[in-house]
């Protein structure tokens, strides 16, 4: 089974501090995603990265940044945390591009709360 | 730019009865067309994917969807309906591009 796992389940933060929201796979996908769920707004894009050291921008990318140094991690960096980023972020990878044929596999969640 | 809608935001049916949860997508070329359930407190989990051939998939717990090429739709469907089926269901597509779209999803209640 596809596993991937996210640092961790609930996290508070200040406003203006910097955050790392760790995520790791352990299928060997080259695909790795960040989304950020809220309430009637469905799943957004912040970033994706195809391959190690890529990374491409999503729908909301602004206020964010991404690390990809290994094929298995892929960390989503908010450089000084506002109140407005306080959501649930989601962590998803997939099998190689292949044009979108194949089903994303999601971690369980963070639910970051910005004070 | 394509998209997906989900026009219900919930969706309430009785224990034993037939379920629906519409979706509609807008793309350029041919689509590939996804569902996903996110149970309480959990992540998201595939349900099933329509990527070419016959319209009608089937994929997990039962659940099946059909593609309506002239409609543009993808509705989630399931003939008898359990309790443990409440939950928030995704619709998402992609293309040749690769990249995905979620809808905004439908809240699934059913009840005893």
């Known amino acids: 089974d596809v596993k991937v796992t996210q640092s961790s389940r609930y996290l508070v933060k200040r406003t203006g501090e910097k955050v790392f929201l760790e995520c790791v796979q352990d299928?060997?996908?080259?695909?790795m995603f960040w989304y950020r769920q809220d309430p009637g707004l469905g799943l957004r894009l912040i970033y994706f990265?195809?391959?190690?050291?890529?990374?491409e921008k999503g729908d909301i990318p602004e206020g964010y940044s991404v690390s990809r140094e290994k094929k298995e991690r892929f960390s989503l960096i908010l450089e000084s945390a506002s109140t407005n980023q306080t959501s649930m972020y989601l962590c998803?990878?997939?099998?190689?591009?292949?044009?979108?044929?194949?089903?994303?596999?999601f971690g369980p969640g963070t639910r970051l709360t910005v004070t | 730019a394509q998209s997906v809608a989900q026009p219900e935001d919930q969706v309430n049916v009785a224990e034993g009865n037939p379920l629906t949860v519409k979706c509609t997508y807008s793309?350029?070329?041919?689509?590939?067309l996804f569902w996903y359930v996110q149970y309480p407190n959990r992540g998201l989990q595939f349900l099933l994917k329509?990527?070419?051939?016959?319209?009608l998939v089937k994929g997990s717990y039962g659940f099946e969807a059909e593609f309506n090429k002239s409609q543009t739709s993808f509705h989630l469907k399931k003939p008898s309906a359990l309790v443990s089926d409440s939950a928030l269901y995704f619709c998402?597509?992609?293309?040749?591009?690769?990249?995905?779209?979620f809808g905004d999803g439908t809240t699934l209640t059913v009840k005893p």
């Open positions: 329509y990527i070419t051939g016959d319209n």
């Open positions: 793309v350029s070329g041919n689509p590939y």
């Open positions: 990265s195809y391959d190690v050291k890529m990374k």
């Open positions: 299928m060997d996908h080259e695909n």
């Open positions: 998402a597509v992609s293309t040749n591009a690769g990249k995905s779209t």
């Open positions: 998803a990878s997939s099998p190689n591009l292949a044009g979108g044929l194949y089903e994303q596999y």
